[in-house]
């Protein structure tokens, strides 16, 4: 079937390359601030890493800027009915890390603290504590828990529709369907973005590819160290008797995780034996470890049926933690990628941070010890709350 929509703008101070949370959210604040911004996807929006989150929004991180990045992105997810103004059903019910040896416990006591002194109200739970939060929970290894109540879940897709929608009212122009193609450099600028349709004239891309930003940045030369990587999601039959406000739980040990969805559970956990590709099969050869734990951790959830499942993709770097800067070689090429599984909590703050690098003005936090050159440095900033 041909396309039928409006040719590609000639010109727009801005192009962004990924429809997802981070590229949506940029484009929303970009527009917000008056930018002329035109967003690319090649699909659909959110039809990459952001449609198949888990939906997880939490502030419990070990690395103070993931903190600090992820309580803006929570001030931002609460008011998001009223600016951009769209329901993405945010349920602050908590997360639950299920802690079971004494190094977990003495690493995520640390974690709190360094939370606490940013004003969060995350706190390590007694064993007994952590059951009664989440009656789920069986197991006589539980030492304690970390447990931050104004954490939770909500829908992935709502937040980018919603991102999309505020944007567009704004006068940014987003297309999908349109994939890039090259992104031509004159000496070390940037000059142009060619897509299957058409070329936009331009001086700054944002790269927010998700998983597919080490092509995009391929395209003027700039190395970034993202690997794809394959995560699945089941979801059970209904559960009765849930609790309204089971928190978000994790075994953290496992990296075993389920929270509410409708009637019934999201879960998943990572496969130790996965290898990284772009993949987005749905396979069982994981679903009989998955079980192990799930009957020694939660056995009531082994009993339910499954009623479907996705599978979606990490975009991992080598120290689990997120690629944000501008390039040094090439003027005007921004990225944020590379989030390793918590691009989805972080957006809302991401978007703000792109708008601000844009403009050349302060960004809130100090994003400058995530820019891509920390990897030549040796200068690795591990987070250890990861999934």
């Keep these: 079937m041909p396309r039928h929509h409006a040719p590609l703008p000639e010109y727009a101070s801005v192009v962004i390359v990924g429809g997802g949370v981070i590229g949506t959210s940029a484009a929303f604040h970009l527009a917000e ?3 002329d911004v035109v967003l690319l996807e090649r699909a659909q929006l959110g039809s990459g890493s952001t449609s198949k989150a888990a939906g997880g929004v939490r502030t419990q991180f070990s690395d103070l800027l993931n903190i600090q990045i992820a309580k803006r992105s929570m001030a931002a997810f609460r008011e998001f009915g009223r600016r951009p103004g769209w329901e993405i059903e945010l349920k602050q019910v908590g997360y639950l890390f299920v802690l079971t040896s004494e190094s977990e416990v003495e690493e995520f006591e640390q974690s709190v603290a360094l939370q606490n002194e940013c004003g969060l109200d995350s706190r390590i739970l007694t064993a007994a504590e952590a059951r009664r939060r989440c009656p789920l929970l069986e197991g006589n290894d539980i030492l304690a828990a970390a447990f931050s109540p104004g954490d939770g879940h909500a829908t992935p897709e709502g937040v980018v529709q919603g991102y999309a929608f505020g944007a567009r009212g704004l006068g940014a122009h987003i297309r999908v369907g349109c994939d890039v193609l090259a992104i031509d450099v004159r000496g ?8 299957d349709d058409g070329r936009i ?3 700054t891309v944002i790269c927010a590819a998700g998983p597919w930003s080490r092509s995009c940045g391929a395209m003027v030369g700039v190395e970034l160290p993202v690997t794809p990587l394959r995560r699945q999601i089941l979801f059970t039959e209904a559960i009765d008797g849930l609790p309204p406000d089971l928190p978000m739980t994790i075994d953290f040990a496992s990296t075993f995780y389920f929270h509410r969805e409708g009637p019934g559970l999201l879960m998943g956990m990572s496969d130790p034996d996965e290898q990284p590709g772009f993949s987005v099969e749905t396979t069982e050869d994981w679903i009989p470890g998955l079980m ?11 009993d339910v049926g499954i009623r479907g499942g996705w599978a979606g993709l990490y975009e991992m770097t080598p120290d689990h933690n997120a690629i944000i800067g501008e390039a040094a070689s090439v003027s005007r090429f921004l990225y944020a990628s590379g989030f390793s599984g918590h691009g989805f909590l972080q957006g809302p703050a991401v978007g703000e941070i792109l708008r601000d690098m844009v403009l050349r003005r302060p960004t809130f936090v ?6 891509v050159e920390r990897f030549d440095a040796s200068a690795l900033r591990p987070e250890y709350n990861i999934v």
């Design 188 to 195: 070390s600028q940037i000059v142009e973005v060619v897509t």
């Design 292 to 302: 192990d734990i799930v009957r020694r951790r939660a056995p009531r959830i082994a």
């Design 366 to 371: 100090d994003v400058s010890p995530l820019s």
């Design 201 to 203: 004239r331009t001086g």
């Design 33 to 35: 601030a008056g930018v």
